[in-house]
């Protein structure tokens, strides 16, 4: 257990749960089951295609129900579409938050280029619908092992290209979570290339922005993160069916190692448990460097994506609410609320003009 | 080693240097050295007050050797003065960035309320000169074990309000690291408390804002953090010394306990290997629950205060720049800069509600 290339050594030990978190949290954190339950789930690999649709499919399966009872319980709307041959669901809240009414958030689901098709894809988008009070759109990209990279990106481009022909693309957002984070980095990344008008706003949650096992916090926080606790294995082995031969480095699996010039205003969000911690501040920086506006929230006790998993939470409302101002701010604005904004601001800075000149 | 409360269990490792971190700085991560030469540092808690003393003397010779050594090679002057009684250093750059001529920092510096007195003290406001080339002002406050709480606010209190005689409160940004991150925020606190204009803008390094131990990467980043290898032992000691027998949970010692409310624009940076990352992310939230601007920087790889004690990392430049720019922003402006501010945001709103009703 010596490495001369690190003085580092970590000692053995059972952290408290975090007790500067929400009690809601900390419950969840302390429930042992999740952890057991996921290390046998992702021990195993897969070793034919038929045995990945199994593995996929018994994944799938609680995740699709889930959504279900929640579109049945909430006051949404959810309508099956198909957009240039792409499958995505819209995502309509009964009542829409006026200032999200010519909004569009489009949403890129998560689980590692492999997990959550079907109605399964949703599941964020409706979460984050329930409390913006914005119209989403979830797409249904293709994966692996059927259709590796580029079907995915290929999708993602597909169906926004598509809404800009119907919409401004400064009244669009686009985000999600994991691999929906990377996945909306990579196609915006491509968009810039080819000088495509970029959403308004994303929203880029605990991404998979750098698949190459490259991050700090895939080693200081292993065993830590109660959702991800094992990343070699199966999770490694479907982000290989995705890549489908390239190089894990390749800006185009691991955006990170792309350019984020000319990006948009864009909201990170993880946890100092987050498996994918280093992932997620390593964008932020690079996008800051770039010029970006760029903000990161960073949650106490919170594992990969327990922002969406722990929606009870504080946190998670928390995070929540600062996404929605983040869009409100960022988005397209009608005229009457330009006008609006340009008269308070104008009369703040009179008032500080005044101000500065009088001390 | 099985904790009914917790199903999180640390396994043995040696993580890598981190992959994603600069050359210089993973070099750094790399030395053996200072790992071990600081646990043996903070392993055995002098017993006397003469026992202190020279321990704090032994620590703090190498720091006054170092900030004589910078000013000598440095265009900048230093002067010592008193002002009510407080000792501080003003750090004066050679050549003053116009857009900071009117503007002071006022700095905090960190050490545990025990550490770095005397010329000590400027080492963090040199290098935050030396990049903005803004005007510092570094106060050598009264610290256990001779004068614990409320010493060290009470010094900040006065020399702050002293200044607030000679110029606008706005003009004056405040800050500093670790010790000198909670001592800002217990500061403002009382400031607001007292219906006193507070700075325009607080700078707050991976602060220790919470005293009690509470935090989730007191744990998790336990052994990680090569700066502050052990926390129980001589920190914890001296923590007491300073609170002199209040509750570490006591606002006024652990100010995360604090109202957060009204408070000015802050800058917050950390890093993931940061014993204190916990520390700063809740303090961030805290801000932002309160309403506050709050912005927070967290860097690959970085341990407490790293963004500081490896100045010629590309992680330490950056977030200088980043301070830079966040002190330019929210300081108070100068007549003929707010006007220009105004022309430049005016265009901008015209030019996107053109844009907005032609759509």
């Known amino acids: ?10 000692k053995p030990q059972v952290p ?36 990945w649709l199994a593995f996929i499919a018994a994944f799938d399966k609680p995740v699709v129900e889930g959504v279900r009872a929640t579109i049945d319980q909430s006051p949404i709307t959810v309508e099956r579409d198909e957009i240039e041959g792409v499958t995505v669901y819209h995502v309509i809240p009964d009542e829409i938050d006026p200032a999200h009414k010519d909004h569009l958030f489009v949403h890129i689901h998560g689980g590692a280029y492999i997990l959550n098709s079907g109605e399964a894809c949703m599941a964020e988008a409706i979460a984050i619908t329930l409390v913006t009070k914005m119209r989403a759109l979830s797409i249904d990209y293709r994966m692996a092992p059927r259709h590796p990279y580029p079907a995915a990106v290929d999708d993602v481009a597909t169906v926004y290209k598509h809404l800009l022909t ?36 994303l929203f880029v949650g605990t991404p998979g922005s750098d698949l190459s096992g490259t991050g700090d916090t895939f080693y200081t926080n292993l065993g830590v993160d109660r959702n991800i606790p094992i990343y070699d294995g199966v999770i490694e ?11 894990l480095k390749d800006p185009l699996i691991s955006p990170i190692y792309g350019d984020f010039h000319r990006f948009p205003p864009t909201l990170l969000v993880t946890g100092t448990r987050d498996l994918f911690l280093s992932n997620t501040v390593r964008t932020h920086i690079k996008l800051l460097q770039a010029g970006a506006v760029a903000d990161i929230l960073v949650y106490e006790g919170v594992s990969h994506g327990d922002y969406l ?51």
Chains 1, 2 share one sequence.
């Open 1 to 10: 257990m010596t490495n001369p290339q690190s003085p580092i050594e970590i």
């Open 16 to 51: 408290p749960p975090p007790a500067g978190a929400s009690d809601v949290l900390r419950a969840e954190v302390s429930k042992i089951e999740s952890v057991d339950d996921r290390v046998e789930l992702f021990s195993k690999i897969p070793q034919t295609e038929s045995e």
């Open 166 to 201: 119907q919409r401004p693309a400064r009244s669009i957002a686009m985000g999600g979570s994991s691999a929906g984070g990377g996945l909306t980095l990579a196609t915006v990344q491509q968009l810039i290339k080819k000088n495509i008008d970029v959403p308004g706003a």
């Open 237 to 247: 082995a479907m982000i290989r069916l995705y890549a489908d031969g390239r190089d």
């Open 309 to 359: 998993h722990v929606l009870a939470a504080p946190e998670a409302q928390h995070f929540l609410e600062v996404l929605d101002q983040f869009f409100t701010q960022h988005l397209q604005l009608t005229p009457k609320k330009a006008a609006l904004m340009l008269e308070r601001m104008n009369s703040a800075l009179n008032l500080g003009l005044a101000r500065s000149t009088s001390s």
